[in-house]
């Protein structure tokens, strides 16, 4: 225990020491350093061996340079002049600090108008100089520059506005209401009566006698054949019964209009060209089927002829084939009428087979239109050939020259 005791006394006694040396060390360096300093401070004093040590000239400024706020540092002070007849320190040539009008020459000696200098200068050798006697210039009354320095002036009172005096009402008169005098009550005019729309009733066109107005009334828009023109023959809405469009279809029971449908597809062409009627193929084999034209594999009737004239308006003709049957026709061709011909065996057909004659040339060739073909359609027949190859027909055949009496 006592063992503890004495090493914890010795320990404390070390550290006391070792303070003690630390703080006699830290006083002697620093009189050491203030020493050093002053040292330094006498010597600056001195001029070095080789300069000499030139009087100041000019007063000393007791300001400081500075930039001023907003500027730089001034070009001049007041009392900042330079010596008569010199330059800034470190010119050539300038007036001694005590006015005697000595010249300080570069290499430290001291000369004047008289050729002696009255300050004396430290040279090379170690001699002293004595410093020139520093000038206070006298720079003026100090310019305040903090606003703190500037004497606020007090603001005058404003004076406080009198008010406006409020203007009194004034009595305004209430006018007094006037009589008018009562008129007299208008007279409400009687309502009057619309009149009733009667509809006009819708005018049917007047159909001959003998016509079938109720099957021409309900017929659609046919469909479109080819139309020749040519001259000395009538306009010609042609249509031919082999026509893709309606070829394959039945004519009556069981015949197709491609073979057997001649009859109708002619009087088609007729009453298309000479009327107003449009009607085509399909809807004229129809009519015909069911008016009983129809006959089986053997076409139609001959009197489907004068049958369809009379029932479309037409006037029909028979005028059979006898030796003034040419003349009847070529008279009729030239007026503008039409005829229809039954053909036998020949350039038309090998049996049976109706065709239409259109019109006559200046030369007196009969055009035809042929709905079997095409080509005997354009071209120009002599009647002497028609007539050869026409067939016997009942019904006034096989000649009908068929007319518009409108």
Known sequence: MKKKKNRLTNIIKLE?????????????????????????????????????????????????????????????????????????????????????????????????????GDAAQETGNGAEVTPAQDVTPDIGTPVPTKETDVPKSTPEPTATPKPTPTPKPQNTPTP???NTPAGKPTATPAPTATPTLTPTPTVKPDYAEGMDADFIESLGTPQSGELLVAAGAVDTMYYMQTDPRWGSLIYGGEDTIAKYACGPTSMAIVVSSLTDIGIDPVQ???????????????????????????????KSEGVGNDSDTPEKVKKALKNGDM????????????????????????????????????????????????????????????????????
């Open 176 to 178: 007094k209401p006037q």
């Open 284 to 314: 004229m084999s129809g009519w015909a089927f069911n008016k009983g034209y129809w006959y089986p594999k053997s076409g139609s009737l001959h009197s489907v002829v004068n049958g369809t004239a009379k029932a479309f308006g037409l």
């Open 16 to 116: 006391l020491i070792c303070l003690i040396a630390v703080t006699i060390f830290v006083g002697g360096l620093v009189r050491w350093s203030e020493s050093r300093s002053r040292a330094d401070g006498s010597q600056n004093t001195k001029q070095t061996a080789s300069g000499t040590v030139k009087a100041q000239e000019g007063p000393i400024y007791t300001e400081p340079y500075g930039e001023e706020e907003g500027g730089s540092k001034p070009s001049s002070f007041p009392g900042d002049t330079l010596p008569q007849g010199g330059q800034e320190p470190g010119g050539m040539t300038g007036e001694s600090p005590d006015g005697s009008g000595g010249l300080v020459k570069g290499d430290g000696e001291t000369g004047s108008q008289n050729g002696q």
């Open 339 to 406: 005829a229809v011909v039954l053909m036998g065996k020949g350039h038309f057909t090998k049996g049976g087979h109706f065709i239409v004659l259109r019109g006559i040339t200046a030369e007196g060739k009969i055009l035809v239109a042929d709905c079997n073909s095409r080509e005997n359609t354009m071209t120009e027949w002599d009647f002497e050939t028609i007539q050869s190859e026409a067939k016997w027909a009942s019904d006034g055949g096989p000649f009908w020259i068929i007319r518009n009496p409108n």
